[in-house]
Structure formats: C-alpha cells, structure tokens
C-alpha cells in the first residue's frame, strides 16, 4: 500500500518560512520523480517544484528564487523549503510520485497540508 504523509504546513505571516515534508511508503523511494503541488480555492492544481530521481529540479516560475526542492532517499522524504511567502502562496499542497515505465503509469497523491500565508 503506497502512502504519502505530508507535514509541515501552516499559517504564516507574509515573508516568513515554512518547510514542507512528504513521507513515503510503499515504493521504490530513489526510483520515483517526485513533486509537490498546489491548489488554491478556485483554482485548477499547479505544479511548484519537481525532483526527478537523478536529484534534477524543476521550479515553477511563480516561486523560482523563493522555494526549494530536495529528497533524501535514505529516509524516503521529499522536502519544499518555501521563504519570501506572499499571501497567494495559500493553498493546499500536495506531494506527488511519479513513475513511467513504457506505457505504464505510476502516480500516487498524498493528503495535502494547508498552507496560509496571512498577516
């Protein structure tokens, strides 16, 4: 049973800091691209960041400069360090994995954590 434990979301005041965890279970931790999400209400899903098993990155422009992906395989952990937040940083994120092996799809979802950035 594949399982993604997001932590680390809150409220926090514009400017301020949050870092984000994604706990993994279930799978082949080092062999997945993972990535986190966002959702604001409203609005359709976004992609923020993206790490691909290699540890290459892939940064929304909406947060390039500001946030910050990492995996540790060893503990099967993917991290979203956000700083500089502003207030339409809110939203629910989501932790991603995400495999293609020739035509097969493997792509599991976490829970989501709220993130609010509000004076």
């Known amino acids: 049973q594949v399982q993604l434990v997001e932590s680390g979301g809150g409220l926090v005041q514009p400017g301020g800091s949050l870092k984000l965890s994604c706990a993994a279970s279930?799978?082949?931790?080092?062999?997945?691209?993972m990535g986190w999400y966002r959702q604001a209400p409203g609005k359709e899903r976004e992609l923020v960041a993206q790490i691909a098993s290699g540890g290459t990155t892939n940064i929304a422009d909406s947060v390039k400069g500001r946030f910050a992906i990492a995996r540790d395989n060893a503990k099967n952990t993917v991290y979203l360090q956000m700083n500089s937040l502003k207030p339409e940083d809110t939203a629910v994120y989501y932790c991603n994995a995400h495999r293609v092996v020739y035509i097969s799809l493997y792509d599991y979802w976490g829970q989501g954590t709220q993130v609010t950035v509000s004076s």
């Open positions: 279930g799978i082949m931790f080092s062999i997945y691209a």
